[in-house]
């Protein structure tokens, strides 16, 4: 039987779309839990919210002990919490078994040709390949124009759906009016993002309305939505808004969906992936469900 390789996140919200999409549509829901629930638990341990009862390598080695359907692994990077993260689990998928392979960056690991298939935040690609035009971006499915074919092979075939938003979020004596693109066309002044979104924010954005705008940061440790409350206005990933209002904030627009995505290398792909595609499909999933 041959196995389709899918690279997928080592954790966090984007695995566990991808995990839950796939048990859906290969009746594994259980494999799905396991991982989901183990990788949750060696997060809290990892941020002291949970006592782990044995030492990690125990833990590791009891994870693995004669299961042949998943594994993890210790992540093992600089400058990181050394937590346990997914490594690969397999999935029947008719004549084919389906098996996601952990990547620390899945996106870059198509770039480079090692998968056809894979899944990752739609901010990566934001963040990495899409032209910067004066004009806002603010749909997934616009993002594989703005893509150069010199750059990458990647192409966006679809979104899961597990979205929140980057939102535009400001103080009521800056908020006037409606909180959204136009307002920030009009606006001069600081804008407060995280560093590492500064070229998805002028993608979504627009090059144009951040003639007036300087970008600053949030310092070492400070919560962003402190750091927006003392800036006046910002971008930062939100799901209810309800720690922005806390902080005495006004959620304005969701400018662009932070979503998990399904990546093609379009240079790699075969007859044989489109069934994993399928999977994926909003209206093959519709169609599946009547």
Request: hydrophobic fraction near 40%; aromatic fraction near 6%; include cysteine.
């Amino acid at each position: 039987m041959a196995t389709i390789s899918v690279a997928v996140p080592r954790k966090g919200r984007p695995l566990e779309a991808v995990l839950e999409r796939v048990a859906a549509h290969t009746e594994t829901a259980g494999l799905a839990d396991e991982v989901i629930s183990t990788l949750r638990y060696e997060k809290a341990v990892t941020k002291d919210d949970q006592t782990a009862d044995r030492p990690v390598y125990e833990r590791l080695a009891d994870y693995s002990d004669g299961n042949a359907e998943f594994s993890l692994l210790r992540d093992a990077r600089e400058g990181f919490p050394r937590r346990i993260v997914f490594d690969s689990a397999t999935f029947p998928l008719g004549d084919h078994d389906l098996q996601l392979v952990g990547r620390e960056e899945p996106f870059r690991a198509l770039r480079k040709h090692e998968f056809a298939l894979g899944f990752d935040s739609a901010d990566l690609v934001l963040e990495e390949v899409v032209r910067l035009d004066p004009d806002p971006l603010a749909d997934i499915a616009d993002i594989n124009d703005r893509i150069d074919p010199r750059d990458t092979d990647v192409r966006v075939v679809t979104g899961l759906g597990d979205t929140v938003y980057h939102t535009l979020l400001a103080t009521p004596e800056v908020a006037s009016g409606d909180l959204d693109r136009s307002f920030v066309a009009d606006y001069e002044g600081p804008l407060c993002i995280s560093p590492r979104y500064e070229r998805l924010v002028e993608a979504v954005l627009g090059t144009d309305a951040l003639e007036d705008v300087t970008f600053c940061y949030p310092g070492g440790g400070e919560e962003e939505e402190a750091a927006i409350s003392e800036a006046g206005l910002g971008v930062y990933v939100t799901v209810t808004g309800s720690t922005a209002r806390d902080h005495g904030l006004v959620v304005g627009d969701g400018l662009f969906p932070s979503e998990t995505v399904l990546l093609e290398n379009h240079r790699e792909t075969t007859p044989v992936h489109e069934e994993v595609e399928a999977l994926f499909d909003p209206v093959e999933t519709e169609l599946a469900a009547l």
